[in-house]
DNA sequence: CTCCAGGTGGCGA
DNA sequence: TCGCCACATGGA
């Protein structure tokens, strides 16, 4: 027994660039040239397809999702009450116009409301190696620790698998686990202790999703984790927590607040002080309160337009 | 072959 | 605090 869903949104969203931009790594492609991807979210199976430009259609395996019914789901998944082009300072269109004219086809991307743990995880997978090894990595934990999980689409089976939960990620030896995070088995140590800090609630992650917590303050408790720098702690807090104030500083960003903001700071080798640095001059030219959303989709233009680069 | 990819942590100066 | 290096693999 499946439920269908029509949602239509009041502005323009790309699913698959939205899905395959980089922010989560739990979602496949069944059939590209229909437009449909899959995930499974809190043991629902979700399968999506881009109807049209504002219009999506929903499949899954029961009618609430986390709690909340489908649409409402969606909604929140997708943060589509945030308007985009108020994450840039006002003046940006004029100050930096030819951005401004290139980044107006990433404006139909959102930044995800994804489950904290989850997030934390895959992106703890996330260091100094390229999106496809990432894939593969968060790919094959499910595989190997998730519980397994089907849905018939048109006649055909699909094997999806849900996210292991902390507590099974908890009792992996790190050595087994390593075969599925690239062999690195400092990585596949981290995770596991982080699983368990989650498990036994030394990470208490319903309590970091307290807006009211400082950013700096929340990077620093997750920073306290092993395999978790500022990096990795500010897309947890933007991908996981909904704090889309955190902006993620790796080296496509680095890079571009080099060649389109003229930061020299951003030439130099990427140090903890620096990093700082460059979170500081990136608030002058974007809101403050959404620099991560912002800085999400300069990234993800910079990957494609100038990188030339696939997410997957 | 070299360089780079959504980094982090340990080390010596 | 900074620069350098190991960690590991795969694609360009």
Redesign the pocket.
Known sequence: MYYMNSIVFDERIDVKETLF???SFLWTIIDDDSSYYASVIDYVVIILRQVSDIEVEVITSDCFINGRVINDFIYNYFSVEIDIKSSLIDCFEYRYADIWSMLQVYFSIRVLRQEPYETLITFMC?????????R?QVSMITQAYGEKQSITLSGKEIILHSFPTSERLSSVDPLVL?ACT??????AS?IVLAAQAVADGKIDLQALANPAIPLAELRNTL?Q?????????D?IAL?GLGRFDAF??????K?YLATWFNSTTAL???????YLLLDAEARTFLNPELAGYA??IL?HCW?KEV?K?R?F
């Open positions: 931009s980089g922010q996330a260091q100094g190696i390229g999106m496809h090894l990432i593969k390593s690239n062999n690195n088995r400092i990585r981290n920073c984790n092993r395999g978790i720098g500022y990096k990795i702690a897309c991908f993620p500083i790796d080296t496509h960003v890079q130099r080798p990427l140090t903890p002080a620096r800085g999400h990234f990957r990188k680069l997410s």
